[in-house]
Structures are given as structure tokens and as C-alpha cells.
């Protein structure tokens, strides 16, 4: 497996954690086990970020492209805000 591959898979499957653990805490009535849960998320999610810092300046990931002022607007409009 190249590089590139095993970055791009490691940042999927760091993205499905973190929508996981935001399933769970939202469910969780227990005080300190959401506590833990919020601080596992919390440090996968500074993972994330720095991989995909990393994979965007090896070139492994390129973002889309940023969305025109008119586009973001069009959405805001659609969603009520």
C-alpha cells in the first residue's frame, strides 16, 4: 500500500470515530463516561487535523474549492438562516 492510500484511509477512518463518538455523547446519561468519550473525540480530532495537514502538503489530499459568497448565501436562504 502506497503512502497516499494508507493517509487517505487512516483520515476515513478517523472521520467515521468522530461521527460515531458524536452519536454517542449524544446519547450517554452518564456524566463522566460522556466526559471521556468528549476527550477521546477531542484528541482524534487534533489527529485528524495534523494527518490532514500532513497528507494536503504532500499532496495526497487536495480540498474542494472554497464556495463563492453568492453560493453560501443561496444555502442560508434554503436552510432558513
Known sequence: MQDKEMVNDIL????????????FIGETANPQLRSTIQQIR????QFQYQLFQLAEQKGFYKPAA?????DIQTVKSQVGQ
Open 12 to 23: 476515513s477512518m478517523t472521520k467515521s470515530s468522530l461521527t460515531t463518538y458524536a452519536n
Open 42 to 45: 477531542n484528541s482524534d480530532e
Open 66 to 70: 472554497q464556495a463563492d459568497h453568492s
